[in-house]
């Protein structure tokens, strides 16, 4: 059997997508509303996951979403993106959110997360995606964890399908 073709994460990757904060994104606590935050993340990591395979492509879960930190008015956040790893028709893609002061250009980790995607054929049906060629050794390591986290999901669904 032949080899699935590859693409390099570099490929798919989003750095540094850069979004204002303004009065509007703000929770009653005065810190930036998470739903924003997970839903422009869902966004972008669709975008990755389109990038990489040429398909149309569903979020099929997200897993350990973590706030580090909360994001304050006058903050830019910066969203980092890449694709770990791709199983068959699968995906799983990296978030990492950073808010930067923009007057003294300090970043904090606020949150980090993982998104599973699968890409569709014209028939709605899942169909197989290029695998992932890692190209520094911190996409080694993001890409050997990646099997980890994909293991515990499956062990999951088979848990719970039992009930």
């Known amino acids: 059997m032949p080899a699935r073709p590859s693409r390099p994460v570099s490929a798919s ?12 994104d703000m929770n009653s606590h005065q810190t ?32 350990s979403i973590h706030f580090r930190a909360p994001a304050k008015g006058n903050d830019t956040l910066l969203f980092n993106l890449a694709l770990n790893r791709s199983w ?8 990492r ?5 923009s007057y003294t250009g300090q970043c904090r980790h606020i949150l980090s ?3 599973t995607f699968v890409a569709l ?3 709605d049906r899942p169909i197989d995606v290029p695998a ?9 390591r993001r890409f ?4 980890i986290r994909r293991q515990g999901r499956l062990e999951t669904r088979k848990k719970l399908n039992e009930r």
Do not use: W
Not at 88 to 95: N, T
Not at 97 to 101: D, G, L, M, Q
């Open 13 to 24: 990757a989003i750095d540094k997508h850069v979004y204002k904060v303004f009065p509007n």
């Open 32 to 63: 930036v509303f998470g739903g924003m935050i997970m839903a422009k993340c869902d966004r972008l990591a669709l975008v990755v996951a389109e990038r990489h395979s040429g398909h149309v492509c569903v979020t099929a879960a997200v897993d």
């Open 88 to 95: 068959g028709s699968s995906m799983e893609i990296g978030a």
């Open 97 to 101: 959110v950073e808010a930067e002061n």
């Open 113 to 115: 997360a993982f998104f």
């Open 121 to 123: 054929d014209e028939n």
């Open 132 to 140: 992932v060629k890692p190209e520094t050794e911190e996409q080694q």
């Open 144 to 147: 050997n964890n990646a099997e």
